[in-house]
């Protein structure tokens, strides 16, 4: 039996969380082979861009989680894998300057999928890259159900099909249901995901509100805001308080749940 959701809270992760979120990772990647992040590499994520790093928790717990990283879109437009797009788990790959929110984890636990909780997370996704001015959001989505259908049909036919509803896929209807599009096949995408087959869909959502950055001085200016701009509140780390903004013209109030 579900158990009564009381208090649902998005709030930004933290290292206090680790130990809850490895748990929660195991639990909700099952058919995948080591499905956490490893701490150092939690901690290295929050040190290079914490305000991309969200949880949804449920009755106090974590039920679920958003990583992110901000990349230039001009060196991964091609096939590119996930250890690639990571930089080896390192997040080298992070840059402020870069132009596309770039999305390197998403999950819900299997007992509160349904309920809406991952929209959350994709709308708190698409409000930061408004935010940052960012031109989109982009992952390399997994197709799990793919597996069941490899022996028939390719990858391409196979997105077709869960596009037009013919055949259900978990995640790639989730996806196309918050508004991506897919652009490729990405192939060899993320190791050891056999359900996919080793494949993803490279999935993409435009931020209609992006403004290229004024050539007289603006684009240096915002981007040196940008350094303080969009801080969790240092008391709570919850998302429904202040948010330090030095360029107004960027500044907003989040959404609350
Ligand atoms: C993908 C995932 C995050 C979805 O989270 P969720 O909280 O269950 O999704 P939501 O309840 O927010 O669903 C939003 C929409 O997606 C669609 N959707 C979600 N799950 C679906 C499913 N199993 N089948 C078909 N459509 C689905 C629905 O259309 C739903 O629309 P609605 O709001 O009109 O009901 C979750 O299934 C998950 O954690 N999967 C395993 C981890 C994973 O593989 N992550 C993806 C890495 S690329």
Redesign the pocket.
């Known amino acids: 039996m579900k158990q009564k959701i009381k208090n649902i809270e998005l709030t930004y992760l933290t290292i206090d969380d680790y130990q809850e979120l490895k748990r929660a990772m195991i639990i909700?990647?099952k058919t995948?082979p080591n499905p956490y992040w490893e701490e150092l590499e939690i901690q290295t994520l929050l040190s290079k861009f914490p305000e991309g790093q969200i949880v949804i928790k449920v009755n106090g717990h974590i039920t679920?989680c958003a990583l992110s990283i901000i990349i230039d879109h001009e060196q991964f437009e091609d096939q590119h894998t996930y250890k690639e797009i990571t930089g080896n788990s390192t997040f080298d790959t992070h840059t402020q300057s870069g132009d596309t929110l770039y999305?390197i984890?998403?999950?819900?636990?299997?007992e509160?999928?349904?309920?809406?909780?991952?929209?959350?997370?994709?709308d708190f996704r698409k409000e930061l890259c408004e935010k940052l001015n960012l031109k989109g959001i982009e992952?390399?989505?997994?197709i799990?159900n793919y597996h069941k259908y490899q022996d028939k049909m390719s990858p391409k036919t196979y997105i077709e099909r869960v596009k037009s509803k013919k055949i259900?896929?978990?995640?790639l209807?989730?996806?196309?249901?918050?508004d991506f599009y897919p652009v490729r096949v990405l192939k060899g995408y993320?190791e050891g995901d056999s359900a996919s087959n080793e494949y993803?869909v490279l999935l993409k959502w435009d931020n209609i509100y992006y403004e290229k950055p004024c050539s007289l001085g603006f684009g240096a200016m915002a981007d040196a805001s940008l350094q303080g701009y969009y801080r969790p509140n240092a008391a709570s780390g919850i998302l429904c308080g202040h948010f330090e903004c030095i360029q107004k013209r960027f500044c907003f109030v989040p959404r609350i749940f």
């Open positions: 909700a990647y995948i679920g999305g984890d998403v999950f819900i636990k299997p509160f999928r349904g309920l809406r909780l991952g929209r959350r997370l994709y992952f390399g989505g997994r799990p259900l896929d978990p995640v209807n989730f996806q196309l249901s918050n993320l993803a």
